[in-house]
Structures are given as C-alpha cells and as structure tokens.
C-alpha cells in the first residue's frame, strides 16, 4: 500500500506531508513528484525542495504561487 500524502494550505504556504519511515506504509522508495497540469502528456518532475522530519513525517513547506501544482507520490 502506498503512503499518504497530505496537502493542506496554510497562510501563505502549501504543506505536504507522508510517513518518513516505514509505519504500517511502505514509505522508502517513494519520491514526490510534481507537475503544472495533468494534461496528457503529463510532465511529472522530482520535486527538489528540501524536505524535514516531524514527528515520523516528511514535511514540505512551499509557498503557494500564482500557478497551479500537482503534486504525487511515485515508486518506479
């Protein structure tokens, strides 16, 4: 089963979150990945933001822009 990944706004920001660590979820191997639009082809890139452990979980913070992201957790 895949990690959660939870989007929640916050002020200004965008906060992303999924387990850090294996609990109950197979978290190691995945990396996020984001893209402008889903609109075929879809361009998904690695997000190279850098991420920090809280409390078991990957947080990412990033200020919210004026163009829409997507964001996901992929496993090849």
């Known amino acids: 089963m895949p990690p959660p990944l939870t989007i929640i706004a916050d002020g200004a920001n ?35 933001a850098p991420t920090i452990v809280i409390g078991g979980q990957n947080v990412l913070i990033s200020p919210i822009s004026g163009s829409q992201q997507f964001f996901r957790l992929f496993s090849p």
């Open 14 to 48: 965008v906060v992303l979150t999924w387990p850090a660590a294996d609990t109950g979820f197979t978290a190691n191997g995945y990396t996020l990945e984001c893209a402008t639009n889903l609109v075929p082809p879809v361009v998904w890139q690695t997000n190279s």
